[in-house]
């Protein structure tokens, strides 16, 4: 049935009345599925039937909670409205969650997921450094149903705009909002808008970039896999604020459970009439597809998408002109990627002066970080903008694994720079980040201790955009091939002392001079770790010594004379080159070695130098 | 006009007038590598990049149009710093083997190297390790001095239309080849050669086959025969310091007698004898309800496309082969004859504005009409000019020759073939006169001259209109047919009857085998060369050229004879796009 305003809100107080059972929620993300989600859901479907639950139970699958380290993640809300948390659920533990937990009403003690979650779901705990705009749905909600989006305010907003605003109220709401693209640049978002719908054309488009390549980035696939309704729905707002009637979703192929549920999603939306022709009865008609990327990490960069999509080789053009005027096929196209779309619902229908009152001076809104690296609680987290380093890392990831002294975060994934010690309490928005050398870029987090090397972490990043350059522009194509061999040979110990000099001067280059943002921002880890960690490119080049240990080509073991000749070493060698009979000095064969630093760390005596 | 500031300057300028032009008008050429006139702005090398005010990043100079009030600075510092940085990248990947290159001191990369006063390069040199394609007869792709600009890649796809080559890899592996690793002779391409005449380095380049032409010269008894095409003429001089469209054909015949050919011959007077037989051919099918429209076939690079992407156009096709085979085909039969000199021992040798006429020469049996290969070798432009330099000859100062009779002897007709419309008014002034019997009072064909793409007219043939269409580059031709088809589809009458097609831009006066450097302004002045040498010609129709007269009547009997059909035609057949 095809809905109009008044159905859809008729809709919505039916399925909210009424909701008296016991919630239990399977994270079923691409990377809960990869943990053994199916696996928990299968055992949990099982167990509630054999013990009769069935109705008092409701057990549903909804998308990542941003829980990376502790997947599968279950979660139990109970009817008085308490919820536990449960992580590395397996089979096992499964059936004791229903014969325990659910039978008795009585919560387990194990598994449970401690602190940092109390922020995450209960919005009384103190002090509520995460906030959930752009993931307010993921792990709430079954992303298949469009009933429970529904429910959740889901096409409230569309409703909204349509009955009651014009574009220009909407431009207007946005600007109030202060939302800015959270792809990377941080472009305002009202002026992307305005800029097409100011263009006459016959034909205007809504792009959605969803293709999320960074190392480390995830942020979108969770929004796309647990909620994948909210950007349909803020594409369509897109498409009624400037007049375009088609959208498509830009995503990789290599997300097939979000492509799969966004398919879902689109067949839903125009089986309610919240897609498609006369979207609620108006006049207003806008359908979305779905455009399948390569992978090339390129493609993230509009212009390149634009191509990719018109079918050509996914190379940047200049700009301007800017796809806002002059975008696919030649038409005003809107490009939003996923995570700022998913603001947009919340926008409209709570206002922009509600979000604006969220974040910095400049910075609006909340921003979803995946945290990854040498950090304690992995995982997908949302914070105001303006947030500080400290309070991600330390209140909500719980500090560095181990106990480790932190060294470095990386943001803006290979994009980006490194954020040292110094900087842990900067709060955290656009202008702060590029004022210290790094960029929000789409999000990714990746924490760094004291064992990490910078030097072969930045050979790690531009390896990867060496790789993933177009090859259309020679300062990108160029430059950073060959700052990634000036850096493999300073790992190598073959460093040269004018090589720091040429890294900048190339890096200075491609800033300047590479066409797209690719280009211009590979050199971002490559100058940042010169300007905070000179020291150790000093150590690497001069003393042709690695200070962590991480460069194996310089690093060397010996066994000294405190080796009661156990065997450990030995028996850990992978390459079987310590020799030595038992309880006699144990001697490593040089020529062998592959570094691997096994030995090291299996040794009770400290009897094995690195040197 | 839109108001803006360059280095302090302000001036105005039309809208959509790019950075790089503006500064022109301001007395700057901004260093540029990877753009061309001919071609969208592609902006990858980073080269030509400047400041403007409100940017934090520069900004390419080549694909920033003006704004209003914009301020630009072209150069300091900083900017000059970058562009180095970016040469030197450029460099480390390019072999700098100059002495070996064919693009020796005419590169544009060693033209900037030059001005950046670059002495040593700092990084590590990497260069591809890919052999060379050099399976065409017409060109050779060496991709270990490619720099990756993409102009060919822009030329083939945008300009031409023919795709045959693509980028493949990427990133540092990025490289300018036929699609699926095809050779050159396996993929679609038409040996037009565009880009090579636009490759900045010496990564395309044409085949070099003098040294056979100095081999037959070397051969006692080999009687050497050349022909030059009307667009060398005019350009060759641009190889020896010339100013473009300076009218070289006395010093051409003088410098390729003193090379040591027996016999110089101008392939203007085979032009002649093309309008003949196809003008003939076209009056035929007019005015006798054949397959209309009929469509030139002079170019090979054209025949090669229509023979891969337009098979539908065969029976369109004029049957009559260029000018070029039509002379070798009259050198090694009538020539040879009135010579006395055995077929067999003949050597003809043609020089052409063309890559593609190299692939012409074998391109179907009939080009062995006389019995033995009608053309032997043809060589481009470029080449000649080389081996007049090599002879030590002092081009610019030869006193002017005339060329051998008969087959050196043209009208203004014939010239102008080397030109965009050329062949089609060298045909309306001689069709014109076969349906007739009468001579035009102007003939002057404006209607159908200039660099415009496409260009249509209607001729008044006493009351009998004919409608023609010209089309250059090839890229232009296929919205051309599109409307011919649309006819034919739709059962209405043929929007035109008489179609030039010609591959390269402007003609042959701007092919592939031409002097480097071909831009609009150089193709215009090659143009007026061309048209000044058909106003100070005797006759100015193919059928008045005297020597056309007595060929007919000591040899070929009368157009379209029997023999005119042995030597002077061949046929079409359609070709895979792809061989692979």
């Known amino acids: 049935m095809k809905f109009s305003h008044e159905d859809l809100n008729l809709h919505r107080d039916t399925l909210r009345a009424g909701k008296t059972v016991t919630q239990v929620l399977v994270g079923m993300g691409t990377c809960g599925i990869a943990a053994g989600a199916k696996t928990a859901f299968q055992s949990l479907k099982k167990s509630i039937s054999e013990n009769a639950l069935q109705v008092e139970v409701e057990l549903k699958q909804t998308g990542c909670l941003g829980l990376c380290f502790s997947e599968p993640t279950v979660e139990v809300k109970s009817v008085n409205g308490t919820s536990t948390v449960y992580g590395n659920v397996d089979t096992a533990f499964a059936e004791r969650i229903v014969k325990e937990h659910l039978s008795t009403g009585i919560a387990l003690s194990e598994h449970v997921y401690e602190t940092p979650a109390a922020d995450l779901f209960d919005p009384e705990a103190e002090p509520l450094k995460q906030k959930r705009i752009v993931l307010r749905n993921c792990g709430f909600m079954d992303p298949e149903k469009i009933d429970e989006y529904i429910a959740r305010e889901g096409y409230a907003a569309l409703s909204k705009a349509i009955a009651t605003m014009t574009g220009d109220d909407i431009i207007e709401e946005l600007k109030t909002s202060g939302l800015r693209g959270r792809g990377g640049a941080g472009f305002p978002c009202w002026q992307k808008w305005g800029f097409s719908k100011d263009t006459d054309s016959d034909q205007k488009y809504i792009v959605c970039n969803a293709d999320e390549g960074d190392p480390g980035a995830y942020m979108d696939r969770s929004v796309l896999e647990g909620d994948p309704h909210t ?74 998408l634009l191509a990719s999509i018109e079918g050509k080789r996914g190379m940047p053009i200049p700009r301007p ?24 619902p919340m926008i409209i229908l709570k206002g922009g002066a509600w979000y604006a009152e969220i974040g910095t001076a400049s910075s609006k809104g909340t921003k979803v970080f995946a945290v990854t690296g040498k950090i304690k609680n992995s995982g997908l987290i949302e914070v105001p903008m303006g947030s500080t380093l400290r309070e991600i890392i330390y209140d909500i990831c719980g500090g560095i694994e181990g106990g480790k002294r932190f060294k470095a975060a990386q943001t803006g994934g290979p994009s980006g720079g490194c954020i040292t010690a110094g900087f842990l309490d900067v709060p955290i928005d656009y202008e702060s980040l590029q004022s210290i050398g790094s960029m929000m870029g789409s999000g990714g987090m990746i924490v760094m201790d004291e064992d990490d090397c910078m030097v072969d972490v930045t050979k790690f990043y531009l390896e990867f955009t060496v790789d993933e350059s177009c090859g259309k522009c020679a300062p990108c194509r160029v430059g950073g091939r060959t700052c990634y061999d ?74 000294n004379d405190l080796c009661i000749g156990c065997r450990l070493c030995a028996r850990a060698c992978p390459v079987d080159c310590i020799a030595g009979e038992a309880k006699e000095l144990h001697l490593i064969d040089q020529s062998q070695c592959i570094k691997c630093g096994l030995c090291f760390d299996n040794c009770k005596f400290e009897a094995i130098d690195r040197t | 006009m839109i108001e803006l500031e360059i280095n302090g300057i302000a001036l105005n300028v039309e809208p959509g007038t790019s950075i790089l032009d503006a500064a022109k008008m301001v007395g700057v050429n901004i260093p540029k590598l ?105 060109i050779v792709l060496n991709p270990k001095a490619c720099i990756a600009c993409g102009r060919c890649i822009k030329v083939c796809q945008d300009m031409q239309g023919v795709w045959a080559l693509e980028f493949l890899g990427r990133g540092e592996n990025t490289r300018m080849a036929p699609a699926a690793d095809a050779t050159l002779e396996e993929s679609p391409c038409i040996k037009c050669g565009q880009c090579s005449a636009h490759c900045p380095v010496g990564a395309i380049y044409e085949k070099d086959q003098t040294l056979d032409v100095w081999g037959a010269l070397q051969e006692d008894d080999k009687h050497c025969v050349v022909q030059i095409a009307p667009a060398v003429r005019v350009a060759i001089g641009e190889a020896f310091g ?89 050198a090694k039969t009538y020539y040879a004859e009135q010579s006395e000199v055995k077929p067999e021992n003949m050597y003809v040798v043609s020089v052409m504005p063309c890559t593609a006429k190299k692939f012409e020469v074998s391109r179907c049996e009939t080009m062995d009409s006389s019995g033995f290969q009608d053309v032997d070798i043809a060589i481009t432009t470029r080449e000649l000019a080389r081996m007049i330099k090599q002879a030590g000859i002092d081009f610019k100062g030869l006193p002017a020759e005339e060329a051998d009779s008969l087959l050196g002897v043209y009208s203004g007709a014939g010239t102008i073939f080397g030109v965009t419309g050329g062949v089609m008014e060298a045909a309306l002034r001689s069709a014109y006169y076969l349906i007739t019997k009468e001579d035009l009072e102007d003939v002057n064909f404006m209607d159908v001259r200039g660099l415009e793409g496409v260009k249509a007219a209607e001729v008044d043939i006493k009351g009998t209109k004919v409608r023609v269409a010209v089309a250059h580059q090839m890229g232009n031709v296929e919205a051309l047919l599109d409307q011919i088809r649309d006819a034919r589809e739709k059962g209405l009458e043929t929007p035109y009857h008489f179609i030039e097609v010609m591959a390269c831009r402007g003609g ?68 895979k796009v792809y061989k692979k």
């Open chain 1, 486 to 559: 000036i850096l493999d040979r300073i790992t190598k110990g073959l460093g040269e002392p004018d090589d720091i000099q040429k890294l900048t001067d190339i890096g200075h280059a491609m800033r300047k001079a590479s066409l797209c943002g690719l280009g211009q921002t590979a050199p971002n880890p490559v100058m940042s770790t010169i300007k905070y960690f000179e020291e150790e490119y000093h150590a690497h080049i001069h003393d042709k010594k690695c200070p962590t240990g991480k460069c194996k080509s310089m690093v060397t073991y010996t066994i």
């Open chain 2, 242 to 330: 010339m100013e473009p469209g300076e009218l070289m054909t006395g010093q051409l015949y003088a410098a390729l007698r003193r090379l040591g050919f027996d016999a110089v011959f101008d392939t203007n007077f085979s032009a002649d004898l093309t309008i003949l037989e196809e003008g003939t051919e076209f009056v035929k099918r007019f005015t006798g309800n054949g397959v209309l429209p009929q469509i030139t076939s002079c170019c090979p690079a054209w025949t090669d496309y229509m023979e891969k992407y337009a098979t539908d156009f065969i029976p369109n096709f004029s049957s009559a082969k260029s000018p070029q085979q039509m002379l070798g085909a009259v």
């Open chain 1, 231 to 304: 950007v349909l729905e803020a594409m369509a707002l897109a498409g009624y604020t400037i007049g375009a009637n088609q959208g498509y979703i830009y995503i990789r192929a290599e997300y097939p459970l979000a492509i799969e549920r966004l398919n879902m999603a689109i067949e839903q939306a125009k089986e309610r009439g919240l897609l498609g022709q006369n979207i609620l009865g108006s006049a207003f008609s806008f359908e979305i597809e779905l455009r399948l990327g390569a992978g090339a990490f390129v493609c993230g960069e509009e212009t390149a």
């Open chain 1, 321 to 344: 002109p800017f796809p806002s005027v002059k975008g696919l096929w030649g038409k005003p196209t809107v490009i939003n990627n996923v995570e700022t779309s998913a603001n947009i």
């Open chain 2, 34 to 138: 990877c753009y061309h006139s001919d071609l969208e702005p592609w902006a990858a090398c980073g080269i030509c990049v400047v400041k403007v005010e409100g940017s934090p990043k520069m900004l390419r100079a080549c694909a920033t149009n003006a704004a209003p009030g914009m301020k630009v600075i072209t150069h300091d510092p900083e900017i000059v710093t970058v562009r180095r940085t970016v040469l030197e990248l450029i460099l480390s990947t390019h072999p700098n083997d100059c002495v070996r290159c064919p693009r020796n001191r005419n590169c544009e990369l060693q033209t900037l190297a030059e001005e950046f006063g670059i002495r040593e390069i700092p990084y590590d040199i990497r260069i591809r390790d890919i052999p060379a394609d050099t399976s065409t007869t017409s």
């Open chain 2, 508 to 575: 042959c006066i701007g092919g592939g085998g031409q002097p480097h450097g071909a831009t609009d302004e150089i193709r215009m002045k090659r143009t007026a060369g061309i048209y000044s040498d058909d106003e100070k010609s005797v006759t100015r129709c193919s059928h008045h050229n005297p020597m056309i007269t007595k060929i007919y009547e000591d040899f070929l009997g009368e157009p379209l004879s029997h023999k005119a059909h042995e030597l002077l035609h061949t046929d079409y057949k359609e070709r």
